[in-house]
């Protein structure tokens, strides 16, 4: 009678919970990012030192502020 196939089978499942939890944690990040990129945008056009609109598409504000103008 070998335990090893409960130590398989444990190991297997807190292997899929570290993954579910990475999953909600870098989904959750994006969201955040998202936010934050939005919350500068509009700062920056409310302050007049971003000419261009402030509800473009995240990768357009993406690449706007890494590109510069």
């Known amino acids: 009678n070998c335990s090893c196939e409960g130590r398989v089978y444990d190991l297997g499942r807190r292997t899929k919970d570290g993954f579910f939890i990475m999953t909600a944690f870098d989904t959750f990040l994006g969201l955040q990012l998202a936010t934050w990129n939005r919350q500068l945008a509009t700062a920056l056009a409310k302050d007049g030192s971003l000419q ?7 990768g357009e504000r993406r690449t706007y502020f890494i590109g510069g103008p």
């Open 52 to 58: 261009r609109s402030a509800d473009l598409s995240l």
